[in-house]
């Protein structure tokens, strides 16, 4: 009898310990929500520039799941095809981590090419996304 009790109850033990196993499993998560700036003041899209010329690129990022929020952001820069350089980076705040805007005043450089911008966020999960444009500069 006593060895059936223990036979039940270590089954009980492995039961629970499944169910509690099943229901902390991370799931897939969603990405964090990446959005250009539009409008007659922002850069939003790939384009051609003079040499020297300042442009402004705004971004607005949201978290897409409830407690997945944001903890970073990052912009770089890559300068024909190179490898890309990181120009901006920022951990968010409580303030800041359901919904995130930033404006960067940039000024592209001296030299005839092209120069990739990619604006990215990364979630409490390590989920990014990213958003991209080319600059031609001449």
Known sequence: MQKQFLNLL????????????????KDAGKLPNIAFKTGTNYTSADK???KGTTITIGINASKAEDKDVL??????RSVNGAAGVSFFNETTTSANQD??????????GSTAGTEKYTFTVVNRDGLTNSVSLTLTVQ
């Open 71 to 76: 903890k970073s952001f990052d912009a770089s």
């Open 99 to 108: 919904n995130y805007s930033k404006d960067l005043d940039i000024t592209v």
């Open 48 to 50: 051609t520039v003079a």
């Open 10 to 25: 270590s089954l009980a033990v492995i039961a629970l310990s499944l169910s509690l196993l099943a229901s902390c499993e």
